[in-house]
């Protein structure tokens, strides 16, 4: 089975940059999708296949995808930033969702 | 604007069954995928499975750990998408997210409340 691993937790200063990753096997050749979840909230898409913003997400939030990782970038981090993120990925025969991070804005 | 309400959640002993739906507007259900996704108490993501359009077949595919146990419907004249669980078993215990599914790029781009079911003796 395809596996996604993701950093445990991730801190940022208040108006910094942070970095959350996802590794797994030539992560590169797949599309890779984000997902933000606030406490007792349900997840919402905040970047698909692999670079795209929907409607409604800040222009802070962007992604990269390359060789065995894939990288969320929240710029110029807020408080309201806070959450669990999760990448996800479809396998070929199963989605796949990494096992979270959680970001603290300090 | 997108709506997915999910109902039909509840407490269920081991071994017995229960129905979700979730009903959709704002958007041509009939031409949507759908999909559950679930999280145990203070875990990750887990998809469940999906079913594809009228026009697909109603083809439907699910997880590894849900085969042969759960089932997915849906009725487009109803704007609605069901996931019986049968068998039910503890490690089933979740919040059950209802979400629509991007066809071949299979991403979630839209997801309910949650509803939770809690299977326990």
């Known amino acids: 089975s395809y596996d996604l691993t993701q950093t445990f937790s991730v801190s940022v200063a208040l108006g910094q940059t942070a970095k959350i990753t996802c590794v797994g096997n030539?992560?590169?050749?797949?599309?890779v999708h984000w997902y933000q979840q606030k406490p007792g909230q349900a997840p919402v898409l905040v970047i698909y296949?692999?670079?795209k913003r929907p409607s409604g997400i800040p222009e802070r939030y962007s992604a990269s995808n390359s060789g065995n990782t894939a990288t969320l970038t929240i710029s110029r981090a807020q408080a309201g930033d806070e959450a669990d993120f999760y990448c996800?990925?479809?396998?070929?025969?199963?989605?796949?969702f990494g096992g979270g991070t959680k970001l603290t804005v300090l | 604007e997108v709506q997915l309400v999910e109902s039909g959640g509840g407490l269920v002993k081991p071994g017995e069954s229960l129905r979700l739906s979730c009903a959709a507007s704002?958007?041509?259900?009939?031409?949507?995928?759908m999909s559950w996704v679930r999280q145990a108490p203070g875990k990750g993501l887990e998809w469940v499975g999906r079913?594809?359009?009228?026009?697909?077949?109603?083809?439907?595919e699910f997880a590894a750990p849900v085969k042969g146990r759960f089932t997915i419907s849906r009725d487009d004249s109803k704007n609605t998408v069901y996931l019986q669980m049968n068998n039910l078993k503890t490690e089933d215990t979740a919040v059950y997210y209802c979400?629509?599914?991007?066809?071949?790029?299979?991403?979630?781009?839209?997801w309910g409340q949650g509803a939770l079911v809690t299977v326990s003796s």
């Open positions: 979400t629509t599914d991007t066809p071949f790029l299979y991403f979630f781009d839209f």
């Open positions: 704002g958007f041509t259900f009939s031409n949507a995928w």
């Open positions: 079913i594809k359009l009228k026009t697909d077949g109603e083809t439907t």
């Open positions: 030539n992560i590169g050749g797949k599309h």
């Open positions: 296949r692999d670079t």
């Open positions: 996800q990925v479809w396998d070929g025969s199963t989605v796949v």
